[in-house]
């Protein structure tokens, strides 16, 4: 059975950092591409980043230029680098796989995590 598991949530102040971490087990294949998605309290889920195997990304504008995506194959491990991040980028993450391409549609991936939390003060 495939797992996805974040880590390195928390609450961080406007200007600092964070770096979440997805580790991915069981039967999945690192053709897979990795997405990170977030949702805040009353509003839908939302695309964050997708990144390839082969290390190809895009992010979403919101974040473009601030948080970086990416994954260590050897480690089976996605990262969500947030740099910079503003209260309005506070939200429970999710980490995603799919074999859809690099979507930004939650409905083409196959597999989530439990979600993580990420609390951005002013």
């Known amino acids: 059975q495939v797992q996805l598991v974040e880590s390195g949530g928390g609450l961080v102040q406007t200007g600092g950092s964070l770096r979440l971490s997805c580790a991915a087990s069981?039967?999945?294949?690192?053709?897979?591409?990795m997405a990170w998605f977030r949702q805040a309290p009353g509003k839908e889920r939302e695309f964050v980043a997708v990144?390839?195997?082969?290390?190809?990304?895009y992010s979403d504008d919101s974040v473009k230029g601030r948080f970086t995506i990416s994954r260590d194959s050897t480690k089976n491990t996605v990262y969500l680098q947030m740099n910079n991040p503003k209260p309005e980028d506070t939200a429970l993450y999710y980490c995603?796989?799919?074999?859809?391409?690099?979507?930004?549609?939650?409905?083409?991936?196959?597999?989530w995590g439990q979600g993580i939390q990420v609390t951005v003060s002013s």
């Open positions: 990144i390839s195997r082969s290390g190809s990304a």
């Open positions: 069981g039967p999945i294949s690192w053709t897979y591409f």
């Open positions: 995603a796989a799919g074999d859809k391409g690099l979507s930004s549609e939650a409905r083409s991936y196959n597999f």
